[in-house]
């Protein structure tokens, strides 16, 4: 080896919902950019995303729906904290409903219509605004490791315990670009590389 190692810093993107009318639904960064906050909001996807966002427009008087897939919020959560953050934006009047999966947004005469149904039921709700509270994924997309023999799954960059590639030893992966489960700080952990080593970085983004 000649010393130099490529490190994968490419940060994370909004999950995609794969649903038709998915042009039509506001991400997560794009509601922190927002002008204005609008009256009827559905987010989709019960995370926790979803949850410190419904909690800020409530308290700006916004009438908030949620709409989960599965049938527990906040999966992956402490199941006892989960339910305490669950019941205030609930005592706060937002409606949740679990079971409910979101087929289609459209746009009909300046507002959206969000189309979900449940196993025997099927509802429509009428907003303003929908954001997609599905969470983030890794941004590796249009990476192409596997043309470098690297590994990933849906959580990234598969890594050891020195965040080193684990099919390509001349490859580490930072922050949410890897599958090691650790915090957002892809930028940070990346010009640390940099500095270290004189390594190559791609990096995007570390929101």
């Given at each position: 080896m000649?010393?130099?190692?490529?490190?994968?810093?490419?940060?994370?993107?909004?999950r995609?919902?794969?649903?038709?009318?998915?042009?039509?639904?506001?991400?997560?960064?794009?509601?922190?950019?927002?002008?204005?906050?609008?009256?009827?909001?559905?987010?989709?996807?019960?995370?926790?995303?979803?949850?410190?966002?419904?909690?800020?427009?409530?308290?700006?008087?916004?009438?908030?729906?949620?709409?989960?897939?599965?049938?527990?919020?906040?999966?992956?959560?402490?199941p006892?904290?989960?339910?305490q953050?669950?019941?205030?934006?609930?005592?706060?009047?937002?409606?949740?409903?679990?079971?409910?999966?979101?087929?289609v947004?459209?746009?009909s005469?300046?507002?959206?219509?969000?189309?979900?149904?449940?196993?025997?039921?099927?509802?429509?709700?009428?907003?303003?605004?929908?954001?997609?509270?599905?969470?983030?994924?890794?941004?590796?997309?249009?990476?192409?490791?596997?043309?470098?023999?690297?590994?990933?799954?849906?959580?990234?960059?598969?890594?050891?315990?020195?965040?080193?590639?684990?099919?390509?030893?001349?490859?580490?992966?930072?922050?949410?670009?890897?599958?090691?489960?650790?915090?957002?700080?892809?930028?940070?952990?990346?010009?640390?590389?940099?500095?270290?080593?004189?390594?190559?970085?791609?990096e995007?983004?570390?929101?």
């Amino acid at each position: 080896m000649d010393g130099r190692y490529v490190v994968v810093a490419t940060g994370a993107m909004p999950r995609r919902l794969g649903i038709q009318g998915e042009q039509h639904i506001t991400k997560s960064d794009q509601f922190l950019e927002l002008e204005a906050l609008l009256r009827r909001i559905v987010f989709i996807e019960g995370c926790y995303i979803s949850f410190e966002f419904a909690h800020i427009a409530l308290r700006a008087q916004a009438e908030i729906t949620i709409l989960h897939r599965g049938q527990r919020l906040l999966e992956g959560f402490d199941p006892d904290l989960a339910n305490q953050l669950v019941n205030r934006p609930k005592r706060l009047g937002a409606r949740i409903e679990v079971g409910m999966e979101v087929m289609v947004v459209e746009k009909s005469d300046g507002k959206l219509l969000v189309h979900a149904s449940t196993a025997d039921t099927r509802s429509m709700f009428e907003a303003d605004l929908v954001v997609q509270g599905a969470g983030r994924v890794p941004e590796l997309d249009d990476s192409n490791l596997a043309a470098a023999g690297v590994q990933a799954e849906e959580r990234g960059v598969e890594v050891n315990e020195y965040l080193q590639s684990i099919s390509n030893p001349a490859v580490y992966a930072a922050g949410d670009a890897a599958s090691s489960g650790l915090p957002p700080v892809a930028g940070y952990e990346g010009k640390l590389w940099h500095r270290t080593s004189g390594t190559v970085i791609t990096e995007k983004s570390s929101i």
